[in-house]
């Protein structure tokens, strides 16, 4: 298994000495997981940090071994961090995990968590201690604010858009604008035009990607590649692209290289972080 950059103490540590000089950074929690501060507050964006799809899938045919450690337990990260947003782009374990986030949420009763419109019940039934005052609901096009925050609703697809009854998108990215930073995680998506063109009104600092890629063999949804992340990234006029959704499972993963070798073809910034690692992002 892979060793994190740096995990639990050390990790708690770096988190810490952020939040109190107010510094603003991120950090890589693994597969879709990031967390930003900034002014003291933190952000957190599809967290996974239990190993609850690893006992889920254990023994069947889709087994998810865990290639990299795990960077900090759920409940000391919530415990330390003044957390205002969790998000939750769509339903799957890996963005929705009841090991995870109520361990978030609950020390932090002020969180919102953000989720798409289109999951409400869904989510109410995984997360059942979860007030739904609690929930700030969107679909691709909507914008929602919360004190700082003002979060944006953008389609995904995955690996084809999917609505309910009322034609709202059961898989979104959003884009987050928060004291002068604006980010856009897509949350599991393959390449598709209708979020392209949303993306592009707005002024994107650092975009958030998967690069695992879409292999039917695999059976599960897929995403975008590495070459396809750097280039929708090129495509939305991102200041800076950083990959994610690789180095989790093995049965579903892919190296970086691709990615930075697209990336640097077409003059497209870029950072490649470790699990728990941080960037500093003074100017971005």
């Known amino acids: 298994m892979k060793a994190a950059f740096q995990k639990d103490d050390a990790l708690l540590a770096d988190f810490e000495s952020a939040l109190t000089s107010g510094t603003r950074a991120l950090w890589w929690l693994g597969q879709s997981g990031f967390l930003i501060t900034q002014n003291g507050r933190a952000v957190v964006l599809d967290p996974y940090l239990s190993d609850s799809l690893t006992r889920k899938y254990s023994g069947t045919d889709k087994p998810h071994v865990r290639?990299?450690?795990?960077?900090?337990?759920p409940n000391a990260l919530g415990a330390l961090?003044?957390?205002?947003?969790?998000?939750?782009?769509?339903?799957?374990?890996?963005?929705l995990d009841p090991e995870t986030l109520p361990s978030l949420l609950e020390p932090n009763p002020n969180a919102h968590l953000v989720i798409p419109a289109a999951n409400r019940d869904f989510v109410l039934e995984r997360l059942p201690a979860?007030?739904?005052?609690?929930?700030?609901?969107?679909?691709?096009?909507?914008?929602?604010?919360?004190?700082?925050?003002?979060?944006s609703g953008i389609a995904a697809a995955?690996?084809?858009?999917e609505h309910d009854k009322a034609g709202r998108c059961r898989f979104l990215g959003y884009v987050v604008e928060w004291n002068g930073l604006s980010v856009y995680h897509s949350g599991d998506t393959v390449w598709h035009e209708r979020a392209i063109s949303a993306l592009r009104h707005f002024r994107i600092d650092i975009a958030f990607l998967p690069i695992n890629g879409d292999l039917p063999e695999?059976?599960?949804?897929?995403?975008?590649?590495?070459?396809?992340?750097?280039?929708?990234?090129?495509?939305?006029?991102?200041?800076?692209v950083i990959p994610c959704h690789y180095d989790m499972f093995e049965f579903n993963t892919a190296?970086?290289?691709?990615?930075?070798?697209?990336?640097?073809?077409?003059?497209?910034?870029?950072r490649i972080l470790q699990n728990g690692e941080r960037m500093n992002l003074p100017g971005v």
């Open 81 to 95: 961090c003044s957390i205002d947003l969790v998000t939750s782009s769509h339903n799957h374990t890996d963005h």
């Open 218 to 240: 695999r059976r599960v949804a897929g995403n975008l590649n590495g070459p396809q992340s750097a280039r929708l990234a090129r495509a939305v006029g991102a200041r800076l």
């Open 67 to 73: 290639i990299t450690e795990r960077v900090v337990e």
């Open 158 to 161: 995955h690996s084809t858009e």
């Open 255 to 270: 190296s970086p290289d691709d990615f930075a070798r697209e990336c640097k073809r077409i003059g497209q910034r870029f």
């Open 130 to 151: 979860l007030q739904p005052s609690r929930l700030l609901e969107l679909d691709h096009g909507q914008t929602t604010e919360s004190g700082p925050f003002r979060i």
